[in-house]
């Protein structure tokens, strides 16, 4: 498992790279993919380990955790591999090269580095070999990766050094107490399904008091001192699924380490249950096409911003992110739509496959200029950016597609439509922005075309009228809006074609469109909600009311512009569409 990657050339099936082209992925391709990002992840970690020896520690020698990372892998190559490709894994390899490279912060380097150690005790722990290892403690607890938090009773705040010792699956932690007296923590490690919620061995042994303990507290001893990690499951024909909802690795996170976060029972639960649906509903369309997923192919999730059940979730999801650090993980706001939930793994799982592709191909020559317009952010994008959202959202498209051949009732129709018809439309303007640009390398354009041919034969497809009009108007109101937010009058700029000027007020906006849009209001009573429900007569007299207060405001007149053009869709109008930057310096912004 941990042997030195083969010196042969990797190479992709044409076939493969198709099916990833086209914006889906079958098994085989997805799997192809992991097997790249094993290959970058070993060589990353060859290059840590020749880099760790010159750190200052206090622990064990990277050789001697390393020593014990091999042991384990002779006896248990299949957990011992999972262990090391796992998405935190990455995101500690990445993190602590950067710190060596001093573009990252942290904690004492040794500490950062001293994971290892931590990685080398859990490979031990599965395999059921002997070692003993001195291990970094921060406030008397040890992450035991991909199995939990083993916190000592009473344990010193802060980081100390703790020392590890594991025999047949069984492992004892001592290290400095609060009060100076050494305690101790004996944990059989298991992880804990929500589904099943399966108990976990633990005993814990404070050596100064371990007479007067005699076992008065010991089920609250145990869970304060052992936290395993909890698993999202699913039942599925290839068998049970188990993702692992980590709230406690602190790698799991996209930027630097992080404290344990635990759910609370409540909010763990909520979770499971949000799940449970959109492993359902994923599972319903089957296939490997765009907007397709496998739930077994998620690595892990990460709950981000609440630890409570308590104020309820909103529908959708408010924040969600990757990292090509972390293949398969995924960051995320729970939401309380099961359906919400399902569209963010789509989405997020389609960045993570693009960049496992950019780790095997050169797809593009980045300038990481910040210019160009993407249909679904507040600001300018370089072409990176603007490449992984044409991904993820020709996916999103592909998941609403399928929701709408679901059928359901007439609103859920009419949302699957709209989202359908409005991520195709905004996907394909942004594939037109990539091919129309001269840095795509020869697999990029191949790449980009792909997903054009998915993107034209969809724009063919029947939508219900009334959800493709609203469509239609969410699409050029965002657009129109982020212009005149972002962009300055091109009459006044000096800057090439295409190089337009950037306003130097510009600042991050919420879209409240897009979801508002989503379906038809019952009783309008904004200009938003005529225009949404087809009266633009109605939307202007509105908008024309709010731009008399303030007549420079974007969204105001973002709406007034595209109320205006459908009612008058003239030569004016469309100049209008085309630079309202230059109408917003007219009234006076």
């Known amino acids: 498992m941990i042997s030195a990657p083969p010196s042969a050339p990797f190479r992709m099936p044409g076939r493969l790279f198709a099916e990833l082209a086209a914006g889906g992925g079958s098994v085989e391709a997805v799997a192809f993919l992991e097997r790249g990002e094993r290959a970058r992840r070993l060589l990353l970690l060859r290059t840590l380990l020749d880099r760790l020896d010159a750190v200052p520690t206090p622990l064990a020698p990277p050789s001697e955790a390393w020593r014990v990372l091999r042991e384990a892998a002779a006896l248990a190559p299949g957990p011992v591999d999972r262990l090391l490709l796992a998405p935190a894994t990455g995101g500690w390899i990445a993190h602590v090269l950067r710190r060596l490279h001093g573009t990252a912060t942290g904690p004492s380097l040794w500490a950062d580095a001293g994971h290892l150690c931590a990685l080398a005790v859990t490979a031990s722990l599965h395999a059921g070999t002997e070692a003993t290892l001195l291990v970094p403690l921060t406030d008397g607890g040890l992450n035991l990766p991909g199995l939990g938090l083993a916190r000592l009773p009473g344990g010193a705040t802060g980081l100390t050094v703790g020392q590890a010792r594991v025999s047949g699956g069984e492992l004892s932690l001592s290290g400095p107490g609060r009060t100076g007296t050494p305690v101790c923590l004996t944990v059989r490690p298991r992880t804990s399904s929500l589904r099943s919620g399966h108990p976990t061995s633990a005993r814990a042994v404070d050596r100064g008091t371990r007479r007067a303990a005699a076992g008065r507290a010991r089920a609250a001893s145990n869970s304060a001192s052992w936290l395993p990690l909890r698993t999202l499951t699913h039942p599925a024909p290839a068998g049970p699924v188990a993702i692992p909802l980590d709230d406690l690795d602190p790698y799991r996170d996209l930027d630097g380490p992080l404290p344990p976060a635990r759910l609370e029972d409540a909010e763990a639960a909520a979770w499971q249950r949000v799940f449970e649906g959109a492993a359902t509903l994923l599972a319903s369309s089957g ?303």
């Open 287 to 589: 296939g490997a096409g765009p907007g397709r997923i496998d739930p077994a192919a998620i690595r892990a999730v990460v709950p981000w911003g609440r630890t409570d059940a308590q104020p309820p979730a909103p529908p959708t999801v408010q924040v969600s992110a990757t990292s090509g650090d972390s293949f398969g993980a995924m960051v995320i706001a729970r939401p309380s739509s099961p359906l919400a939930l399902a569209e963010t793994f789509v989405h997020e799982f389609q960045h993570s496959k693009l960049a496992a592709l950019i780790h095997l191909f050169p797809l593009l020559d980045d300038d990481r200029d910040e210019r160009y317009y993407a249909p679904w952010r507040a600001d300018p994008r370089h072409l990176t950016g603007l490449l992984h959202g044409a991904y993820a959202f020709t996916g999103v498209a592909g998941f609403w597609r399928d929701r709408l051949a679901d059928g359901g009732d007439d609103r859920a129709t009419e949302e699957a439509g709209y989202h359908f018809a409005l991520r195709r439309m905004q996907s394909r303007l942004v594939v037109r922005t990539l091919l129309g640009c001269d840095r795509l390398t020869a697999q990029g354009r191949a790449l980009v075309s792909g997903l054009a041919r998915t993107l034209d034969g969809w724009l063919r497809e029947p939508v219900p009228p009334a959800a493709l009009r609203r469509a239609r108007a969410a699409a050029v109101l965002h657009r129109t809006e982020w212009r005149l937010r972002n962009l300055a009058p091109e009459s006044d700029s000096a800057e090439p074609a295409g190089h337009p000027r950037l306003r130097a007020d510009r600042t991050l906006w919420p879209d409240v469109r897009t979801q508002a849009f989503a379906v038809p209001p019952l009783a309008p009573h904004t200009g938003d909600e005529y225009l949404a429900a087809g009266d633009p007569v109605g939307a202007l007299t509105r908008y024309a009311d709010e731009l008399a207060a303030n007549p420079a405001e974007p969204h105001i007149l973002a709406g007034w512009i595209v109320a205006h053009a459908a009612l008058d869709p003239g030569r004016e109008s469309r100049r209008m569409l085309a630079r309202p930057e230059l109408l917003r310096v007219r009234a006076g912004g």
